[in-house]
Protein backbone atom coordinates (compact mmCIF):
# COMPACT_ATOMS: atom_id res chain seq x y z
CA UNK A 1 0.00 0.00 0.00
CA UNK A 2 0.94 3.56 -0.95
CA UNK A 3 1.20 6.20 1.52
CA UNK A 4 1.70 10.39 0.55
CA UNK A 5 2.77 12.41 3.50
CA UNK A 6 1.12 16.12 2.70
CA UNK A 7 3.22 19.16 3.40
CA UNK A 8 0.49 19.80 5.66
CA UNK A 9 0.09 18.32 8.91
CA UNK A 10 -3.09 18.12 10.66
CA UNK A 11 -3.84 17.87 14.53
CA UNK A 12 -6.12 19.60 16.65
CA UNK A 13 -5.15 22.84 19.02
CA UNK A 14 -7.17 25.74 21.09
CA UNK A 15 -7.33 29.39 20.67
CA UNK A 16 -7.73 31.99 22.74
CA UNK A 17 -8.05 36.04 22.51
CA UNK A 18 -6.39 38.52 24.25
CA UNK A 19 -4.97 42.19 22.72
CA UNK A 20 -1.90 42.94 24.97
CA UNK A 21 0.89 40.78 26.09
CA UNK A 22 2.61 42.17 29.39
CA UNK A 23 5.97 40.95 30.90
CA UNK A 24 7.62 41.03 34.21
CA UNK A 25 10.35 43.99 33.97
CA UNK A 26 13.25 41.00 35.13
CA UNK A 27 13.89 37.39 35.44
CA UNK A 28 17.50 36.83 36.76
CA UNK A 29 20.29 35.38 34.94
CA UNK A 30 18.74 35.12 31.37
CA UNK A 31 21.22 37.30 29.57
CA UNK A 32 22.58 37.02 25.53
CA UNK A 33 26.02 36.89 26.77
CA UNK A 34 26.32 34.27 29.46
CA UNK A 35 27.81 35.94 32.51
CA UNK A 36 30.32 35.08 35.07
CA UNK A 37 29.05 33.62 38.73
CA UNK A 38 29.48 37.17 39.73
CA UNK A 39 28.68 39.30 37.16
CA UNK A 40 25.64 41.05 37.04
CA UNK A 41 23.74 40.61 33.96
CA UNK A 42 23.38 43.73 31.38
CA UNK A 43 21.29 41.60 28.75
CA UNK A 44 17.90 39.42 28.72
CA UNK A 45 17.08 37.16 25.54
CA UNK A 46 13.63 36.88 24.67
CA UNK A 47 12.46 34.03 22.55
CA UNK A 48 9.24 34.23 20.08
CA UNK A 49 8.01 31.18 18.93
CA UNK A 50 4.80 30.65 16.66
CA UNK A 51 2.84 27.45 15.52
CA UNK A 52 -0.51 25.85 13.97
CA UNK A 53 -3.47 26.89 16.42
CA UNK A 54 -6.87 24.65 15.99
CA UNK A 55 -8.17 27.59 13.57
CA UNK A 56 -6.61 26.99 10.15
CA UNK A 57 -6.19 24.51 7.30
CA UNK A 58 -3.45 22.89 9.35
CA UNK A 59 -4.35 22.75 12.50
CA UNK A 60 -2.49 22.27 15.57
CA UNK A 61 -2.11 22.92 19.52
CA UNK A 62 -0.38 25.85 19.57
CA UNK A 63 -1.98 28.81 21.43
CA UNK A 64 -0.33 31.84 19.69
CA UNK A 65 3.00 33.38 20.05
CA UNK A 66 4.70 32.04 23.17
CA UNK A 67 7.27 34.33 24.79
CA UNK A 68 9.99 32.59 26.37
CA UNK A 69 13.25 34.04 28.28
CA UNK A 70 16.79 32.05 26.86
CA UNK A 71 19.14 31.38 30.27
CA UNK A 72 22.31 32.06 28.21
CA UNK A 73 23.93 29.57 30.65
CA UNK A 74 22.08 26.56 30.06
CA UNK A 75 19.86 27.14 27.08
CA UNK A 76 16.61 26.90 29.05
CA UNK A 77 13.93 28.32 28.07
CA UNK A 78 11.42 29.19 30.56
CA UNK A 79 7.60 30.44 29.49
CA UNK A 80 6.70 34.16 30.45
CA UNK A 81 3.39 34.21 28.42
CA UNK A 82 1.91 33.75 25.33
CA UNK A 83 -0.44 36.34 22.98
CA UNK A 84 -3.27 34.31 21.97
CA UNK A 85 -5.45 36.66 19.94
CA UNK A 86 -4.07 35.15 17.17
CA UNK A 87 -4.43 32.05 14.71
CA UNK A 88 -2.15 30.27 13.34
CA UNK A 89 0.93 32.57 13.28
CA UNK A 90 3.14 29.95 11.89
CA UNK A 91 5.95 32.24 10.25
CA UNK A 92 6.87 35.63 12.60
CA UNK A 93 9.83 37.89 12.20
CA UNK A 94 11.04 40.91 13.59
CA UNK A 95 11.66 44.43 11.78
CA UNK A 96 15.36 45.35 11.29
CA UNK A 97 15.50 47.64 14.27
CA UNK A 98 14.06 45.16 16.60
CA UNK A 99 10.80 47.46 17.50
CA UNK A 100 8.24 45.45 15.58
CA UNK A 101 6.98 41.81 15.09
CA UNK A 102 4.87 40.78 12.28
CA UNK A 103 3.05 37.53 11.95
CA UNK A 104 1.42 36.03 9.50
CA UNK A 105 -2.10 33.62 10.25
CA UNK A 106 -1.42 30.62 8.15
CA UNK A 107 -5.47 30.76 7.11
CA UNK A 108 -7.47 31.01 4.15
CA UNK A 109 -11.10 32.93 5.83
CA UNK A 110 -9.98 36.19 7.00
CA UNK A 111 -11.81 38.21 4.74
CA UNK A 112 -14.75 36.88 1.78
CA UNK A 113 -11.36 36.58 -1.04
CA UNK A 114 -10.45 33.78 1.27
CA UNK A 115 -7.34 35.25 2.20
CA UNK A 116 -4.96 34.47 5.27
CA UNK A 117 -3.74 37.68 7.25
CA UNK A 118 -0.65 39.24 8.69
CA UNK A 119 -0.80 40.82 12.27
CA UNK A 120 1.69 43.84 13.53
CA UNK A 121 3.18 44.12 16.96
CA UNK A 122 4.98 46.79 19.00
CA UNK A 123 7.70 44.99 20.99
CA UNK A 124 8.07 46.42 24.44
CA UNK A 125 11.83 47.23 24.92
CA UNK A 126 12.06 47.01 28.34
CA UNK A 127 10.16 43.77 28.97
CA UNK A 128 10.09 41.70 25.10
CA UNK A 129 5.89 41.91 25.64
CA UNK A 130 3.68 42.40 22.68
CA UNK A 131 1.00 44.73 21.90
CA UNK A 132 -0.63 44.29 18.77
CA UNK A 133 -0.76 47.22 16.46
CA UNK A 134 -3.34 45.90 13.04
CA UNK A 135 -3.92 43.03 10.94
CA UNK A 136 -4.83 42.90 7.25
CA UNK A 137 -5.22 40.63 4.75
CA UNK A 138 -2.37 38.88 3.14
CA UNK A 139 -3.74 38.74 -0.34
CA UNK A 140 -3.99 34.96 -0.74
CA UNK A 141 -5.15 31.66 1.06
CA UNK A 142 -2.52 30.13 3.59
CA UNK A 143 0.47 32.48 3.41
CA UNK A 144 3.85 30.45 4.61
CA UNK A 145 6.33 32.79 4.88
CA UNK A 146 6.88 36.66 5.76
CA UNK A 147 9.54 39.22 6.16
CA UNK A 148 10.31 42.55 6.23
CA UNK A 149 12.74 44.57 3.85
CA UNK A 150 16.02 45.75 5.43
CA UNK A 151 14.74 49.63 5.04
CA UNK A 152 12.09 48.92 7.22
CA UNK A 153 9.40 50.13 4.61
CA UNK A 154 7.68 47.03 3.62
CA UNK A 155 6.72 43.46 5.20
CA UNK A 156 6.54 40.95 2.27
CA UNK A 157 4.40 37.89 2.28
CA UNK A 158 4.15 34.66 0.33
CA UNK A 159 0.53 32.98 0.25
CA UNK A 160 0.88 29.17 -0.39
CA UNK A 161 -1.83 27.83 -0.98
CA UNK A 162 -2.99 31.13 -2.88
CA UNK A 163 -0.25 31.21 -5.28
CA UNK A 164 0.37 34.87 -4.55
CA UNK A 165 3.05 37.03 -3.19
CA UNK A 166 1.87 40.58 -1.82
CA UNK A 167 3.97 43.46 -0.72
CA UNK A 168 2.50 45.34 2.03
CA UNK A 169 3.50 48.99 2.71
CA UNK A 170 5.46 49.81 6.89
CA UNK A 171 3.41 53.05 8.23
CA UNK A 172 5.89 55.06 11.01
CA UNK A 173 4.15 53.28 13.75
CA UNK A 174 5.13 49.92 12.69
CA UNK A 175 1.50 49.17 11.59
CA UNK A 176 0.37 47.59 8.37
CA UNK A 177 -1.09 50.07 5.59
CA UNK A 178 -2.05 49.22 1.87
CA UNK A 179 -0.51 47.05 -0.10
CA UNK A 180 1.37 48.09 -2.81
CA UNK A 181 1.66 45.22 -5.16
CA UNK A 182 0.10 41.56 -5.61
CA UNK A 183 1.67 38.98 -7.70
CA UNK A 184 0.41 35.73 -8.87
CA UNK A 185 2.93 33.88 -11.03
CA UNK A 186 2.11 30.88 -13.23
CA UNK A 187 4.31 28.20 -14.95
CA UNK A 188 3.69 24.79 -16.49
CA UNK A 189 2.56 21.54 -14.34
CA UNK A 190 5.46 20.20 -12.63
CA UNK A 191 5.94 16.36 -11.74
CA UNK A 192 4.47 15.30 -7.78
CA UNK A 193 8.15 13.46 -7.78
CA UNK A 194 11.77 15.17 -7.63
CA UNK A 195 13.74 13.11 -10.36
CA UNK A 196 16.58 12.21 -7.86
CA UNK A 197 14.10 11.51 -4.78
CA UNK A 198 15.85 9.42 -1.76
CA UNK A 199 14.93 5.98 -1.73
CA UNK A 200 11.46 4.89 -0.88
CA UNK A 201 10.55 8.72 -0.59
CA UNK A 202 6.68 8.42 -0.79
CA UNK A 203 6.17 12.17 0.38
CA UNK A 204 4.78 14.67 -2.46
CA UNK A 205 4.87 18.34 -2.21
CA UNK A 206 2.20 19.39 -4.20
CA UNK A 207 2.90 20.99 -7.65
CA UNK A 208 -0.64 21.78 -9.01
CA UNK A 209 -0.20 25.21 -9.26
CA UNK A 210 2.17 28.09 -8.01
CA UNK A 211 3.06 27.72 -4.47
CA UNK A 212 5.09 30.52 -3.15
CA UNK A 213 7.15 29.24 0.13
CA UNK A 214 9.28 31.95 0.97
CA UNK A 215 10.17 35.56 0.00
CA UNK A 216 12.85 37.87 0.93
CA UNK A 217 15.21 40.12 0.42
CA UNK A 218 18.93 39.58 -0.75
CA UNK A 219 21.79 41.29 1.80
CA UNK A 220 21.63 44.26 -0.36
CA UNK A 221 18.06 44.57 -0.47
CA UNK A 222 17.82 45.12 -3.70
CA UNK A 223 16.36 42.17 -5.29
CA UNK A 224 13.33 40.31 -3.86
CA UNK A 225 13.56 36.18 -4.39
CA UNK A 226 11.25 33.87 -3.99
CA UNK A 227 11.06 30.16 -3.20
CA UNK A 228 7.68 28.63 -5.22
CA UNK A 229 7.53 25.29 -4.53
CA UNK A 230 4.68 24.40 -6.93
CA UNK A 231 6.53 25.37 -9.78
CA UNK A 232 10.23 24.65 -8.85
CA UNK A 233 11.34 27.77 -9.99
CA UNK A 234 12.98 30.46 -7.56
CA UNK A 235 12.05 33.92 -8.97
CA UNK A 236 14.04 37.14 -8.63
CA UNK A 237 12.63 40.63 -8.78
CA UNK A 238 13.60 44.22 -8.43
CA UNK A 239 11.63 46.75 -6.06
CA UNK A 240 10.97 50.23 -5.93
CA UNK A 241 11.38 51.55 -2.69
CA UNK A 242 9.22 54.73 -3.29
CA UNK A 243 6.06 52.68 -4.77
CA UNK A 244 6.66 48.83 -3.26
CA UNK A 245 6.50 47.78 -6.71
CA UNK A 246 8.02 44.78 -7.98
CA UNK A 247 9.67 44.10 -11.69
CA UNK A 248 11.19 41.31 -12.99
CA UNK A 249 15.01 40.76 -12.79
CA UNK A 250 17.26 40.63 -16.13
CA UNK A 251 17.28 36.90 -15.32
CA UNK A 252 13.82 36.45 -13.75
CA UNK A 253 13.83 32.93 -12.63
CA UNK A 254 16.13 29.85 -12.62
CA UNK A 255 13.98 26.35 -13.22
CA UNK A 256 15.07 23.72 -10.06
CA UNK A 257 15.25 19.98 -10.90
CA UNK A 258 11.61 19.07 -12.03
CA UNK A 259 9.66 18.04 -8.79
CA UNK A 260 12.18 19.26 -6.17
CA UNK A 261 9.91 21.94 -4.63
CA UNK A 262 12.45 24.42 -3.41
CA UNK A 263 11.30 25.74 -0.14
CA UNK A 264 14.36 28.23 1.89
CA UNK A 265 17.08 30.07 1.38
CA UNK A 266 19.71 30.96 2.67
CA UNK A 267 22.29 34.00 1.76
CA UNK A 268 26.25 34.45 2.63
CA UNK A 269 27.09 37.76 4.07
CA UNK A 270 28.82 39.48 1.01
CA UNK A 271 25.43 38.28 -0.67
CA UNK A 272 27.59 36.58 -3.95
CA UNK A 273 26.74 33.13 -2.50
CA UNK A 274 23.45 31.81 -2.08
CA UNK A 275 22.06 28.30 -0.74
CA UNK A 276 18.84 26.42 -2.00
CA UNK A 277 17.03 24.35 0.02
CA UNK A 278 14.29 21.84 -2.34
CA UNK A 279 12.19 20.03 0.41
CA UNK A 280 10.89 17.49 -2.06
CA UNK A 281 14.18 15.39 -3.01
CA UNK A 282 15.76 16.65 0.16
CA UNK A 283 18.72 18.37 -1.78
CA UNK A 284 20.78 21.40 -0.90
CA UNK A 285 22.16 23.72 -4.42
CA UNK A 286 24.98 26.11 -3.81
CA UNK A 287 24.43 28.67 -6.02
CA UNK A 288 26.43 31.60 -7.09
CA UNK A 289 24.37 35.10 -7.05
CA UNK A 290 25.33 38.57 -9.25
CA UNK A 291 23.95 41.25 -7.03
CA UNK A 292 24.49 43.36 -10.09
CA UNK A 293 21.87 41.56 -11.78
CA UNK A 294 20.46 38.77 -9.73
CA UNK A 295 21.13 36.14 -11.86
CA UNK A 296 21.28 32.78 -9.91
CA UNK A 297 23.86 30.08 -11.18
CA UNK A 298 23.91 27.13 -9.36
CA UNK A 299 27.43 24.95 -8.52
CA UNK A 300 26.98 21.89 -6.48
CA UNK A 301 24.18 20.02 -5.21
CA UNK A 302 24.25 17.92 -2.18
CA UNK A 303 21.76 15.70 -0.10
CA UNK A 304 20.65 16.49 3.34
CA UNK A 305 20.29 12.85 4.25
CA UNK A 306 23.14 10.97 4.39
CA UNK A 307 23.62 8.16 1.47
CA UNK A 308 22.35 5.10 3.82
CA UNK A 309 19.23 6.79 4.46
CA UNK A 310 16.51 4.74 3.15
CA UNK A 311 12.59 6.25 3.43
CA UNK A 312 10.45 9.49 3.22
CA UNK A 313 11.70 13.02 4.10
CA UNK A 314 11.02 16.13 3.40
CA UNK A 315 13.89 19.25 3.99
CA UNK A 316 12.55 21.99 5.71
CA UNK A 317 14.81 24.35 7.20
CA UNK A 318 18.41 26.14 6.55
CA UNK A 319 20.34 28.27 8.52
CA UNK A 320 23.90 29.14 8.29
CA UNK A 321 26.69 29.47 11.33
CA UNK A 322 27.28 33.11 12.73
CA UNK A 323 30.65 33.12 10.87
CA UNK A 324 29.29 31.15 7.78
CA UNK A 325 31.95 28.38 8.46
CA UNK A 326 28.85 25.80 8.41
CA UNK A 327 25.42 25.48 7.61
CA UNK A 328 22.76 23.21 9.21
CA UNK A 329 19.69 21.52 7.69
CA UNK A 330 16.19 20.19 9.45
CA UNK A 331 14.40 16.91 7.62
CA UNK A 332 11.06 16.47 8.65
CA UNK A 333 9.49 12.48 8.73
CA UNK A 334 13.47 11.38 8.59
CA UNK A 335 13.53 13.94 11.99
CA UNK A 336 17.36 14.46 11.70
CA UNK A 337 19.82 17.50 11.34
CA UNK A 338 22.59 17.45 8.84
CA UNK A 339 25.31 19.65 9.59
CA UNK A 340 27.78 20.91 6.89
CA UNK A 341 31.14 22.26 6.52
CA UNK A 342 31.15 25.37 4.20
CA UNK A 343 34.75 25.54 2.50
CA UNK A 344 36.48 29.05 1.37
CA UNK A 345 35.07 28.59 -2.20
CA UNK A 346 31.04 27.74 -0.36
CA UNK A 347 30.80 24.63 -1.35
CA UNK A 348 29.77 21.86 1.29
CA UNK A 349 30.74 19.08 2.87
CA UNK A 350 28.62 16.74 4.97
CA UNK A 351 30.55 15.96 8.44
CA UNK A 352 27.94 15.00 11.02
CA UNK A 353 23.75 14.18 11.21
CA UNK A 354 22.25 13.51 14.56
CA UNK A 355 18.55 12.68 15.33
CA UNK A 356 16.72 15.61 16.53
CA UNK A 357 14.89 13.89 19.13
CA UNK A 358 11.53 14.64 18.01
CA UNK A 359 9.04 14.35 15.78
CA UNK A 360 8.76 16.60 12.21
CA UNK A 361 11.46 19.28 12.68
CA UNK A 362 10.75 22.14 11.24
CA UNK A 363 12.04 26.04 11.39
CA UNK A 364 15.74 26.08 13.23
CA UNK A 365 17.78 28.98 14.53
CA UNK A 366 20.85 29.89 16.67
CA UNK A 367 20.49 31.76 20.00
CA UNK A 368 22.12 35.59 19.96
CA UNK A 369 25.57 34.30 20.95
CA UNK A 370 25.13 30.90 18.34
CA UNK A 371 25.90 29.08 21.23
CA UNK A 372 22.57 26.89 21.29
CA UNK A 373 20.58 25.48 18.02
CA UNK A 374 17.02 25.27 18.44
CA UNK A 375 14.58 22.99 16.79
CA UNK A 376 10.89 23.58 16.83
CA UNK A 377 8.99 19.99 16.31
CA UNK A 378 5.46 20.12 14.95
CA UNK A 379 4.13 17.12 15.53
CA UNK A 380 5.88 16.45 18.81
CA UNK A 381 4.66 19.70 20.52
CA UNK A 382 8.08 20.66 21.35
CA UNK A 383 11.54 22.56 21.11
CA UNK A 384 15.09 20.77 21.40
CA UNK A 385 18.15 22.38 21.45
CA UNK A 386 21.45 21.51 20.86
CA UNK A 387 24.83 22.80 22.16
CA UNK A 388 27.10 24.09 19.15
CA UNK A 389 30.82 23.35 19.15
CA UNK A 390 31.90 26.44 17.49
CA UNK A 391 35.25 24.52 16.28
CA UNK A 392 33.67 21.46 14.52
CA UNK A 393 30.25 23.15 13.81
CA UNK A 394 29.18 19.70 15.66
CA UNK A 395 26.12 19.66 17.98
CA UNK A 396 25.02 17.63 20.84
CA UNK A 397 21.90 17.18 22.73
CA UNK A 398 21.01 19.32 25.69
CA UNK A 399 18.05 16.40 26.58
CA UNK A 400 16.37 19.15 27.68
CA UNK A 401 12.29 19.54 26.09
CA UNK A 402 10.48 22.75 25.89
CA UNK A 403 6.69 21.95 25.35
CA UNK A 404 4.96 24.54 22.92
CA UNK A 405 1.56 23.53 21.17
CA UNK A 406 2.58 22.58 17.36
CA UNK A 407 5.91 25.01 16.86
CA UNK A 408 7.13 25.82 13.78
CA UNK A 409 9.32 29.24 14.23
CA UNK A 410 11.52 31.25 16.24
CA UNK A 411 12.71 34.76 16.51
CA UNK A 412 15.70 35.68 19.34
CA UNK A 413 15.69 39.30 20.36
CA UNK A 414 17.96 40.77 23.36
CA UNK A 415 16.61 43.14 25.75
CA UNK A 416 18.64 45.47 28.73
CA UNK A 417 18.52 43.67 31.96
CA UNK A 418 17.78 46.67 33.32
CA UNK A 419 14.10 48.00 32.19
CA UNK A 420 15.53 51.93 32.35
CA UNK A 421 18.21 51.26 29.56
CA UNK A 422 15.49 50.04 26.36
CA UNK A 423 18.11 49.86 23.42
CA UNK A 424 16.93 46.29 21.53
CA UNK A 425 19.44 44.33 19.58
Known amino acids: MTHSFSRRIFGLGSFAGALTVALPAQAADDTAKAPSQD ?3 TRRTICYIGGYTKHGPPGGNGEGISVFEMNQKTGVLTNLTTFTDIASPSYITLSPDRRFLYALSEINDFDTSHSGSVTAFLVDQA ?4 KKLNTVASGGADPAHLSVHPSGRFVMVANYTGGTIGILHVLADGSLGRMTDLIHNSGPRMPDRAADNPPGNF ?3 DHSSAH ?8 SGKFVLVMDAGLDRVYVWTINLETGKLSPAAVPFTTMTPGSAPRH ?11 LL ?3 DSKVVVADFDPQTGKISPQQTVSS ?4 FRGSTLAAGILLSPDERFLYVSNRLGDSLAVFQVSKD ?6 DEIWTHADYGRSLMFDPSGSYLYVANQRSDSITSFRVDKTTGKISFTWDFTPVGSPTCFEFMTIAADPTDVSPS
Open 39 to 41: EKP
Open 127 to 130: TGGL
Open 203 to 205: AVS
Open 212 to 219: PHMIKTDP
Open 265 to 275: YVFGSEGKKIY
Open 278 to 280: CEQ
Open 305 to 308: VTAH
Open 346 to 351: GSLTLV
